[in-house]
């Protein structure tokens, strides 16, 4: 049986057109309506009413994630012109300084961004407010139909809240892209301070310090791990096994996939990919474990979701 079409996001793994209740946040909804294009008078307004570093900067995420809409036309002319591999010419720090408040200026005034924006905007307000925060660049999977590989060019930020970092998205917690054309606005608070080792699942800093893991991820881990999604974070899983993108088996070989859970999960899916479709697939499952018979399984990528939300997903190929 087929259900219907369902349009992949070139982001990572929202809840597929769903749009997730966030109660812990209802004390932010305040900040979202406030208004200025200028970014102290922003940080102030956005900030003003509340004392914790915490609170500041889940208000000021709250803010850009609520606000600000991902410029998937402007995504996609960077993403070709760097397919070009012109050189950039080195930059002073002062005209940097100044194409950023250009920047800046222009993105408050029309509400959109790509993610050097998110990060950017993320950490003046911040500065503003007296919260330290830092920019990462690094890698991100952020695509749950390409399973392997390092995924594409990225950037997020840390701030040190709670006598610590923690590492914040804003760029994921502010929605999804439908058919690499259209962004659908949709705020999700999983993203904000997230467990660490679940972030570096997905998140590959060019500097392997801001992975703030015990053990540090390689490269060649990273590029391993099956694609997670906000699913995966919103259900706190863990310890997910296999850890490798690449599941080979041998047709009518079962194939387990575990993972630890707090609370067991509701409706469970499994679904093939096949284009921009989602086709269900036969398996079992009890608390923490899927098993699925491969007899009559095509090779390609399989997803798995609960309540429309992506969990993970692996390529699968059967000999």
């Known amino acids: 049986m087929k259900i219907k079409s369902v349009l992949f996001s070139i982001f990572l793994l929202c809840p597929l057109f769903t749009i997730i209740g966030q109660e812990d946040w209802e004390d932010f909804e305040k900040v979202a309506n406030v208004e200025s294009t200028e970014v102290a008078q922003l940080s102030k307004l956005i900030t003003g009413s509340f004392e914790s570093d915490t609170d500041k900067a889940k208000a000021i995420y709250y803010w850009v994630t ?3 809409a991902y410029d998937v036309k402007l995504y996609n ?3 070709l012109k760097s397919k070009k591999k012109k050189k950039k010419k080195p930059m002073t720090d002062e005209k940097k300084a100044k194409l950023e408040a250009k920047e800046l200026s222009k993105v408050l005034k029309k509400k959109v961004g ?5 990060s950017l905007l993320i950490s003046e307000l911040c500065k503003y407010a007296d919260v330290r925060c830092e920019i990462i660049k690094g890698k991100s999977k952020m695509n749950p139909k390409k399973v392997t590989g390092l995924g594409q060019e990225h950037e997020w930020n840390a701030v ?5 970092w923690h590492l914040v998205d804003a760029v ?6 439908v058919n690499n054309e259209d962004f659908i606005a949709y705020f999700d608070g999983n993203y904000f301070a997230p467990n660490k080792e679940t972030f570096v699942m997905n998140h590959f800093p060019k500097d392997e310090n801001w992975q703030l893991t015990d053990t ?3 490269r060649d881990s990273y590029k ?3 694609v997670i999604g906000s699913g995966y974070l919103r259900y706190n899983l863990s310890n997910l096994q296999p850890i490798i993108n690449k599941l080979e088996v041998e047709e009518g070989t079962p194939i387990e996939i575990t993972f630890d859970l707090e609370r067991d999960l509701p409706l469970f899916l499994c679904f093939y990919v096949r284009g921009n479709e989602l086709l269900p697939i036969r398996y079992e499952y009890e608390k923490g474990k899927i098993t699925i018979n491969t007899n009559g399984l095509r090779s390609g990528t399989y997803l798995f979701q609960v309540d429309e939300k992506v969990l993970f997903s692996y390529s699968i190929r059967l000999n």
């Open 66 to 68: 609520k606000n600000i």
């Open 77 to 79: 002319k960077e993403l």
């Open 114 to 118: 790509v993610a050097r924006h998110y």
């Open 160 to 164: 040190f809240i709670d006598d610590g």
């Open 172 to 177: 994921l917690g502010a929605g999804y892209v």
């Open 216 to 218: 540090t991820v390689t």
């Open 224 to 226: 391993e791990f099956p």
